[in-house]
């Protein structure tokens, strides 16, 4: 079976992007402890509502695989966008989703998250006919669970060519998206480390961790982020006020970014 044509999530971010910018992506951890199926829904879509772009389904601490499934599928039932799988781990694919980001964390000293969880997930991945979209997963300071639990050499918040050249070498490896993470709930990526490895990949730049404030994603999308992710904010507010203050930090993702213009190729 050939899964090369299996594109369609792939290429509807890359005309996205090139359309009209910068993209907001939603992070839903699928964790009993957090909410169950029903809520993540309604949450769901209160965020497809405020203009959010995209699902992104995962967490680093989900080993649940029915509750992932369960998930996904609740979610899928109420909003029409894509929902990418975002993997803590190989127990973390499911086939009800659109698309997996498959992802190799480059800065880890253990291999296991470089390679190995990925090799054990490929025949999945290939049994399920799941679209794979390859992506380099960089994670810069605090960097918060993702970090201790992904083994991480955590690139410093000073040294931007550090992590620059991680996400230089990965598209030169043929990677089709790099993500600079600075863990969940904490400190922000620094805007002059997106904004060096922006200035020098073909490829998209996701950014996340820390964006809770209209500010950080302006700053972001001046930076050069072309996809935007934040999860903690949306757990926190969106029940709440249902989803218009995130639709004000998406609006002024979508105003800063309206004029970024890219022209990405499909890879
Ligand atoms: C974490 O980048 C994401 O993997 C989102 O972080 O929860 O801080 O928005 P936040």
């Not at 992904?150 to 996400?167: C, I, M, W």
Request: aromatic letters at 8%; one cysteine or more; glycine letters at 8%.
């Amino acid at each position: 079976m050939d899964q090369s044509e299996n594109n369609g999530t792939y290429k509807h971010l890359i005309e996205k992007i090139n359309l009209e910018g910068t993209l907001h992506f939603s992070l839903m951890d699928p964790d009993p402890v957090r909410q169950r199926p029903s809520k993540a829904a309604k949450m769901a879509k209160l965020c497809e509502k405020a203009g959010t772009d995209a699902f992104l389904i995962g967490g680093s601490t989900v080993f649940d695989q029915t509750f992932v499934d369960k998930t996904i599928e609740a979610i899928k039932q109420e909003v029409e966008i894509p929902v990418i799988i975002f993997p803590g781990g190989v127990g973390n694919v499911s086939s009800k989703a659109d698309a997996i980001f498959f992802m190799s964390l480059l800065n880890s000293s253990n291999p296991h998250f470089i390679i190995g969880q990925q090799a054990l997930a490929s025949y999945t991945i290939k049994l399920a006919q799941l679209e794979y979209i390859s992506m380099a997963y960089l994670i810069i300071e605090p960097g918060a669970a993702a970090g201790w639990i992904g083994d991480a050499k955590l690139f410093p918040r000073a040294r931007p060519k550090l992590t620059a050249a991680y996400a230089l070498a990965a598209e030169m490896f043929g990677f089709k998206m790099v993500y600079l993470e600075a863990g969940s709930g904490g400190e922000s990526i620094p805007p002059e480390t997106i904004k060096l490895c922006s200035s020098l990949l073909s490829i998209p730049l996701i950014a996340g961790g820390g964006v809770q404030t209209k500010e950080d994603a302006r700053k972001f999308v001046k930076a050069g982020a072309d996809i935007i992710v934040m999860g903690s904010y949306i757990e926190k507010t969106v029940l709440k006020d249902n989803g218009a203050s995130l639709k004000e930090i998406i609006d002024e993702i979508k105003d800063a970014g309206k004029n970024h213009s890219k022209d990405f190729k499909l890879k």
